[in-house]
């Protein structure tokens, strides 16, 4: 399951700093608007301590986390829906990702440009999320325009449904509002989704602020971004992208050091990989066997046999049960003979919904 995360934010908030941090990849940061014209990609593993715990109980040849992707989208300007400063490309790389991650400068600092002269946080949310609704407008506006003339005379019920979530969303962008916030059923929400609009993806704001903010636990900036957020429904994490740039370079046991230094336990850049995990309502079940232990991503809701096709299609396509039990069950028990004799050793179906932490062996013949 690859699933992307766009870093976007205007030019010089720390965007491609935070990726390097990420990623330990070598994204181009430089004191001047659009120093990364290409999308730079890194596969980020998610931390588990679920994971090297199972390990405890079952000793494997090889432990595989699961991963994401997080993608470093250039600086967006105001008047990118319209092609300003290679607004086109860079929103078409966000169009692209599962979820957002707009970083926010909540730090001055003289020696660092600012594109609009001075700190403001919330007109600077203003500029990337208006950019957006613009995009978005245009797109929904050529697809009404398209399909308008049609759907008011035809019997096809599809057609005329999609025309009613497009016109929809077209208010709620032209009123300024995200396509997200449309309240949308079940049956309404496959013709969103078929959109692609940058505003139908989750949001999560990110505070980048120096090194003395992030110990004291944040400033005046965060406080609002924080504040404005929580009006949209959106969630929000301070990171200080500099220092963790710094941690991510550092051996283990210095890092362990430098974190106790700073009264933390983890970098924050785990807290903001979990966050992202949270955005995109993911879950992470596990396999573990002597051959190896190993974590895998399915959204939650997932069902066992489509849980079953993310390791391979035949497991899907051939499934027969899921032989389950919590990892929290091994964790308690020590071993999964005793998980078994406590009667926590489950055989689930075709209607079972994996959990958060499962362990699964799936049953299955093609």
Not at 93 to 116: E, G, K, L, M, Y
Not at 292 to 316: L, M, Y
Request: aromatic fraction near 8%; charged fraction near 25%; proline fraction near 4%.
């Amino acid at each position: 399951m690859a699933l992307q995360v766009g870093i976007v934010g205007l030019p010089n908030v720390g965007k491609s700093t935070l990726f390097n941090a990420l990623t330990s990849a070598k994204a181009e940061a430089a004191n001047y608007p659009f120093c990364t014209i290409d999308p730079n990609v890194g596969v980020v593993t998610v931390p588990d301590p679920r994971l090297e715990k199972i390990t405890q109980f079952i000793k494997p040849q090889s432990v595989v986390p699961t991963t994401m992707e997080f993608v470093d989208i250039a600086g967006i300007v105001a008047g990118a829906h319209k092609g300003e400063g290679l607004g086109n490309q860079f929103l078409n790389h966000i169009r692209q990702t599962d979820a957002i991650v707009h970083v926010v400068r909540c730090f001055d600092d003289p020696n660092i440009i600012h594109v609009s002269g001075s700190v403001d946080p919330l007109r600077d949310m203003e500029v990337i999320n208006t950019e957006l609704m613009l995009a978005d407008l245009e797109s929904v506006d050529k697809k009404k325009q398209r399909i308008e003339k049609t759907a008011k005379t035809t019997a096809d019920k599809k057609l005329k449904q999609e025309f009613e979530v497009t016109k929809k969303i077209h208010e709620a962008l032209e009123k300024g509002l995200p396509a997200r916030s449309v309240a949308l059923d079940e049956l309404e929400l496959p013709f969103a989704k078929e959109l692609h609009l940058l505003t139908f993806k989750p949001v999560l704001y990110a505070c980048n602020v120096k090194e003395d903010d992030f110990i004291k636990g944040g400033n005046p900036w965060v406080e609002s971004v924080r504040k404005r957020a929580a009006e949209e429904g959106n969630s929000t994490i301070m990171i200080c992208s500099a220092m963790e740039a710094e941690i991510a370079q550092l051996p283990k046991e210095e890092q362990k050091e430098f974190l106790s230094s700073i009264g933390a336990t983890e970098p924050g850049l785990n807290r903001l990989i979990f966050e992202a995990y949270k955005l995109l309502a993911l879950y992470t079940y596990f396999t573990a066997g002597v051959k190896e232990v190993r974590a895998w991503t399915i959204r939650s809701g997932t069902k066992a046999p489509q849980a079953a096709g993310v390791i391979h299609t035949d497991f899907e396509r051939g499934f027969i049960r899921a032989e389950c039990y919590h990892c929290e069950d091994l964790f308690n028990f020590k071993s999964e003979a005793a998980v078994k004799e406590a009667g926590k050793y489950r055989l689930e179906g075709k209607d079972y919904t994996v959990k958060d932490g499962d362990v699964l062996f799936f049953r299955f013949n093609v």
